[in-house]
Nanobody, 126 residues
Framework: QLQAYGGGLVSLGGSLRLSCVVSGVDLYDYAIAWFRRAPGKEREGVSY????????KYGNSVKGRFTISKDNAKNTVYLQMNSLKTEDTAVYYCAAGLITADVFRNPLDPRGYDYWGQGTQVTVSS
């Protein structure tokens, strides 16, 4: 089970930190990723962090602004979002997937993830 929270309304250029609390899976064995879906747009991979080695990857649209991290003791993955833009407005989802060869090669492909949280809305106002 995954629970994402921390979304909200923020002004242009502001920051938010999303949290994904994971239960029922061991973070060491799973990749955790953040995806987002904006109105009228396809789901987009935002960031990913692997299990044991904490390998990370970011989507091109968020590189340099977002940072993913995790606290294994709390079974929680974070997404720190800085310098937010209006185009970051979306529902953000966290997802977990076993680190298969497909996930290793394409960690921001949602097809590799089996468990999804309920989503949290992020709205950036200008």
């Amino acid at each position: 089970q995954l629970q994402a929270y921390g979304g909200g309304l923020v002004s242009l250029g502001g920051s938010l930190r999303l949290s994904c609390v994971v239960s029922g899976v061991d973070l060491y064995d799973y990749a955790i990723a953040w995806f987002r879906r904006a109105p009228g747009k396809e789901r987009e991979g935002v960031s990913y962090i692997s299990g044991r080695h904490s390998r990370v990857k970011y989507g091109n649209s968020v590189k340099g602004r977002f940072t993913i991290s995790k606290d294994n003791a709390k079974n929680t993955v974070y997404l720190q979002m800085n310098s937010l833009k209006t185009e970051d407005t979306a529902v953000y989802y966290c997802a977990a997937g076993l680190i298969t060869a497909d996930v290793f090669r394409n960690p921001l492909d949602p097809r590799g993830y089996d468990y999804w949280g309920q989503g949290t809305q992020v709205t950036v106002s200008s």
